[in-house]
């Protein structure tokens, strides 16, 4: 099993920028997909970016490269690196791990363990 921890979140100014943390429990991390999903009051939980076992990154259309996605396989931890924040990206923030192999990243339900989600929020 796997325990995901969330850390960075926060209040910030439009512009400026935060790195959101997540620390995973399992034994075998460097083989996960781990992804960031996020969700706004009244909304649904939308895709952010992933990242593949292989270090590969995905991002949703709507970051227009304003968000990148690390991981650090040592300290079983991956990064949301978030920049040019706006309003608009205030949000519950979601880390996820895919433990088993599917091809798609970015639909909520290919993930199996979820954090407990961290709340971001961008003041104009």
């Known amino acids: 099993q796997v325990q995901l921890v969330e850390s960075g979140g926060g209040l910030v100014q439009a512009g400026g920028s935060l790195r959101l943390s997540c620390v995973a429990s399992?034994?075998?991390?460097?083989?996960?997909?781990m992804g960031w999903f996020r969700q706004a009051p009244g909304k649904e939980r939308e895709f952010v970016g992933a990242?593949?076992?292989?270090?590969?990154?995905y991002y949703a259309d709507s970051e227009k490269g304003q968000f990148t996605i690390s991981r650090d396989n040592a300290k079983n931890t991956v990064y949301l690196q978030m920049g040019s924040l706006k309003p608009e990206d205030t949000a519950v923030y979601y880390c996820?791990?895919?433990?088993?192999?599917?091809?798609?990243?970015?639909?909520?339900?290919?993930?199996?363990?979820w954090g407990q989600g961290t709340q971001v929020t961008v003041s104009s």
């Open positions: 996820a791990a895919k433990t088993y192999f599917s091809s798609r990243y970015s639909r909520p339900e290919e993930y199996n363990y």
């Open positions: 399992g034994r075998t991390f460097s083989s996960y997909a």
């Open positions: 990242i593949s076992s292989g270090g590969i990154t």
